[in-house]
C-alpha cells in the first residue's frame, strides 16, 4: 500500500484521530495552518476529485456534514471555517487520496494564494 492515507486509515502510520465511522475518518494535519487544521478522508480509496462518479454523491455530501458538525464541536460554527478540496498540481494537492480540509481559528483571507 503506498498511499499515505491508506495506511493511516489502516493504522500502519500512526493519526491523531478526531473522528472515524464506517466510511470516513477525520485526523489533526501534522503540518496545520489554523488553530483548527481536520482532514476529513474517505476511507475507500478515491485519488481526486476527477475519480468521483455519481455513487460518491452521499459520501462526499457526509464530508461536509462531519466537517460543519467537527467545526461547531469546536465552536467555530458562528465565526466560520473554510472547507477545500484540492486538486491536482496548480491546487497544490499532495496526497493522491481525497481529503476536505477543515480550517478554522483565524481570518482567512479571500481568494486563497
Ligand atoms: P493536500 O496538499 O494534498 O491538499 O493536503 C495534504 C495534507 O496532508 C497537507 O496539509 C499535509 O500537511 C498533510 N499531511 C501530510 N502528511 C501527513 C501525515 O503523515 N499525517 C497527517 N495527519 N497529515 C499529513
Ligand atoms: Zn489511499
Known amino acids: 500500500m503506498d498511499c499515505l492515507f491508506c495506511r493511516i486509515i489502516a493504522g500502519q502510520i500512526p493519526g491523531n484521530f478526531v473522528h472515524q465511522d464506517e466510511t470516513m475518518v477525520a485526523i489533526k494535519d501534522v503540518n496545520p495552518q489554523a488553530p483548527l487544521h481536520v482532514l476529513i478522508i474517505p476511507r475507500r480509496h478515491i485519488a481526486t476529485l476527477n475519480d468521483l462518479s455519481v455513487e460518491d454523491d452521499a459520501l462526499v455530501g457526509s464530508l461536509f456534514r462531519r466537517a460543519a458538525a467537527i467545526a461547531k464541536e469546536h465552536g467555530y460554527d458562528e465565526r466560520g471555517y ?32
Request: glycine fraction near 16%; avoid cysteine.
Open 82 to 113: 473554510r472547507t477545500v478540496f484540492n486538486t491536482n498540481g496548480e491546487a497544490g494537492q499532495s496526497v493522491f487520496h481525497i481529503h476536505l480540509h477543515l480550517l478554522a481559528g483565524r481570518g482567512l483571507e479571500w481568494p486563497p494564494g
